[in-house]
């Protein structure tokens, strides 16, 4: 039988399976031949924010000197080698991985920040950090510093949201926006940390669980999605910190 000659019904179906299990296999697929590639999406030819190519479970481990960069599988326990990354990092600060596994790298030239699909390959621009200045009441003497970033993920299907440690914001932007917006807490909470989780953006503060609420026709803000029933102590609060877990089946 000519594996490379399966048509487009059995070749998609193998495909969809293997991108619900994992993005590096699905990649490994594709490779295989031109065939299996014409009846399998590209996830190029996608966003980098469709959660479908997302590598889950990946994370990068600590950089050798002189060495590919590797990454680990924390379910599996497999490793793969990344030749090119390096490249691709070359004159950014990079923070991440997000939930999703994408990659937030700041320029350190122009302070743009960008997204990076490690496996994929994929990379885009969001908006400069340096746009949040005009929010700021004080101008901080290191940009690198205060642009730190601690926590990113999605809020929605088409918005990314960013926690900056070092000047203590948090902001979102759409794929193509020129600027920042910052997410609106007139309820005052102190945020502690964030997480990403199926496509939404939440903050333990010490109120409760907020979530970055997102809506056409009003400006992002942080809206409280599960109250405390117990206050933390101070103590704790650099201790707290959201967990993904997976549902439990039945």
């Not at 000659?5 to 697929?29: K, Q």
């Not at 700021?136 to 926690?163: C, K, W």
């Not at 206050?231 to 997976?246: E, G, K, M, N, S």
Request: proline fraction near 7%; aromatic fraction near 8%.
């Amino acid at each position: 039988m000519d594996w490379s000659d399966l048509g487009d019904g059995p070749t998609g179906l193998i495909a969809e399976r293997l991108l619900a299990n994992d993005v590096a296999d699905y990649i490994r697929f594709r490779a295989v031949c031109s065939s299996w590639r014409q009846w399998s999406t590209d996830p190029r030819a996608h966003g980098i924010l469709d959660r479908r190519f997302h590598p889950r479970n990946w994370i990068m481990l600590r950089e050798i000197s002189g060495h590919p960069r590797i990454f680990l599988n924390v379910s599996t326990g497999q490793c793969i080698q990344m030749p090119r990354l390096p490249e691709l990092l070359r004159g950014h600060d990079v923070f991440g991985p997000t939930t999703e596994g994408l990659l937030v790298l700041l320029d350190r030239t122009s302070y743009i920040l960008r997204l990076l699909n490690p496996l994929t390959g994929q990379v885009t621009d969001l908006p400069p950090a340096t746009t949040l200045l005009r929010l700021m009441e004080y101008q901080p003497a290191d940009l690198r510093e205060a642009f730190e970033v601690s926590d990113a993920g999605l809020a929605d299907n088409s918005t990314f949201a960013i926690h900056f440690l070092g000047i203590h914001m948090l902001a979102v932007a759409k794929l193509g926006d020129k600027c920042w917006t910052l997410v609106d807490d007139s309820q005052g909470s102190s945020m502690l940390s964030a997480i990403s989780f199926e496509g939404r953006f939440y903050c333990p503060t010490n109120r409760g669980v907020m979530v970055v609420e997102t809506s056409e026709n009003q400006p992002p803000r942080l809206v409280l999605a599960a109250r405390l029933t117990k206050a933390f102590p101070l103590r704790a609060w650099p201790t707290v910190c959201l967990i993904p877990t997976a549902p439990s089946s039945m």
